[in-house]
């Protein structure tokens, strides 16, 4: 009946890295504080042994003595409103950032909200002091070989870089968060091939039509949707705008494809701008019972509409957890002085009314009355 | 544009916490290193203290001198192949107990079939010596008085007690993870409720008769699916053996069902013993192609099945998540001498073909041929 899993462990010191790789204790302190004076091939080798061995150096006591490490975060501004993408990856950043005060981690918040000004400060970045940033978080707008270049540059001037995209080029010792953007659209495909009718009209909307990462999500989705589900149509709808308030265009099209003829039997919002925007149109038309809803982000707007049945599922892009987990992967690989790597990705996940607590953020399933203010906008 | 968002931080001694708290420091150690001498108000406060201002102990010292601390698990047989829940526990928590090995904590297993075993097993841990047990994670198979008391005396003797299961009874100072069994039939039923065609039936397995789980899952489905969908019919198809390659009754009374009159647009699979029998079932009866198909937890066999395309959807009930989970809370709990609680669920999500890589358990990812046993035995 009994049997014992657990070898006796204890606490691991420098001496028994040193001796287990047969180099000098003071080679072994080099290599895990980032010191100069070992081999690359060392220090990795010596990272390596004291993970494997269960090494546990006592963080806070080497940020005191190393002083304040600065990330610069270069990224599209926080719209303060919870629903948007981007606003959440910074909820998640900063929330990391507080958790992780004690390791004397100081972040700067570089905001973009295009190529030309992301450009230009990367390359401030670039020729900065050394020793002015520690690491660096960024994304990329575009495959822009000069975005790339940039980040490339920063990386080897020592500064640790993690970028929040999906497939990014061979940058080394450059960290990634994929954002699986194109994986969402593929999980709502597989929802929509379950859902719709035989025969029937999907229509998904078009995102920004100047955007790679949306064409990229229209193609993957419209890909997986024909290989499930070839008796499907799927139709475009267009119409975008940077501010969701007044995504009207988007609406009046859907509207207006809605009063044509052709059964459709689900809608799919490509990205959180649009979400509002298919309900309203689908409601107007009075064809609501029949069509299935399928929005993306989970987000203060979107959690209400699910709540209200106005919705029925919602693809979660989890971009909250991508921006806690960039902040802790960048922090540990400052504090470990790591190589860069790619991080395990967040899943993509359905979610719908019965699943709905397991996915809102904490801070918003605190808040009673979520979406207090969408209400009174109606 | 700058905007600095982390003050200095820097290591907290247990000096700055007596300070804080107005006591002497030898309180302080006592109160974090679980000793007699403080009260137990004054304990809670210093914990709740020490981790507000982020002190960090340096646990596998203080293990180092603790000694080993044993953990019982009294839990059924973890039948080796992956393709139950229960093993998938057993695997979350030997996965959680070989990372912490440091902490000098042992696991015994103490294998329990029945209610009747459980019982022997926690007279036994009863009275064992003082000591010798630090913690005990344990599980309800009903809701049975003589159960809860054991468990409520052996907490009361001083060992960590954590319990996988919902709503268990209040037990002061035990711990908790969810197990959210009837959630993942909720789930279910927005799924279904979603695919299902109009008017049509939906067909259930009906697990164990005389298990009080399954009969809240059975119950909470149906809820469900009648508040959402007044039009479908749920008709619940009976049939379970303990040993899945046996399932024949449930196989068989399903394609009964199937060649009588009906249409049947959905079937969902309560356990995941019944996931193989539901899709031999539905294929023998040559209407695959109008009838969606849930299953129930991801394993080896119903990834193979997702992959195959021969099922559309999986509950997961992250078993493998729960054991992890489970192993990390107690042990934390030994270490920081912390009182019970109750953990934040973990979500019960809809797997499909496009977002199964996201669930399944690194162990199945590694192994190119996943369930080529599976393959072989048909």
Not at 61 to 76: D, E, F, W, Y
Not at 185 to 210: C, M, T, Y
Not at 257 to 278: M, P, Q
Not at 307 to 322: L, S, W
Request: charged fraction near 30%; charge should be neutral; include cysteine.
């Amino acid at each position: 009946m009994r049997q014992r899993e657990d070898k006796r462990g204890g606490k691991i010191r420098l001496k028994d890295i040193s001796r287990r790789l047969g180099v000098s204790a003071v080679s072994v302190h080099r290599a895990l504080s980032g010191k100069s004076g070992v081999s690359e091939s060392l220090r990795e080798k010596v990272i390596r042994t004291a993970d494997e061995m269960g090494y546990i150096r006592n963080y806070a006591a080497a940020s005191m003595k190393r002083g304040i490490s600065r990330i610069g975060i270069v990224l599209p501004r926080d719209h303060g409103t919870l629903n948007l993408y981007f606003n959440y990856l910074w909820l998640g950043i900063s929330d990391s950032a507080e958790e992780l005060r004690y390791l004397n981690i100081e972040t700067e918040r570089l905001i973009c909200e295009d190529e030309r000004e992301q450009e230009r400060i990367l390359e401030k970045l670039l020729h900065s002091e050394s020793g002015e940033y520690a690491g660096l978080i960024t994304f990329f707008f575009t495959r822009n070989e000069r975005i790339f270049d940039l980040v490339r540059r920063i990386s080897g001037t020592g500064v640790s870089v993690l970028v929040i995209d999906d497939d990014p080029p061979e940058l080394s010792d450059v960290s990634c968060i994929p954002s699986n953007e194109t994986i969402s659209s593929a999980v709502a495909a597989d929802f929509v091939s379950l859902v719709a009718a035989e025969n029937s009209s999907v229509l998904l909307s078009s995102g920004r039509l100047d955007s790679a990462v949306h064409e990229r999500k229209r193609e993957s989705f419209i890909a997986a949707l024909r290989e499930r589900r070839p008796d499907l149509r799927e139709e475009i709808i267009e119409g975008y705008s940077r501010e969701r308030e007044s995504n009207v265009p988007l609406c009046e099209n859907m509207a207006k494809r809605l009063r044509e003829k052709g059964e459709v039997s689900a809608v799919y919002a490509l990205t959180s701008h649009d979400n509002r925007a298919i309900v309203e149109a689908i409601e107007k038309s009075g064809r609501r019972r029949r069509i299935r809803l399928l929005g993306t982000d989970l987000n203060e707007e979107s959690i209400l509409l699910l709540r209200q049945g106005r919705m029925d599922a919602v693809i979660d892009q989890a971009a909250y957890q991508k921006g806690y987990r960039a902040f802790q992967l960048i922090s540990d690989q400052i504090m470990k002085c790591l190589p860069g790597r790619r991080c395990s990705p967040q899943p993509i996940d359905i979610v719908m009314k019965a699943n709905l607590d397991f996915h809102t953020p904490w801070r918003l399933r605190e808040q009673e009355d979520i979406g207090g203010r969408m209400l009174r906008r109606e």
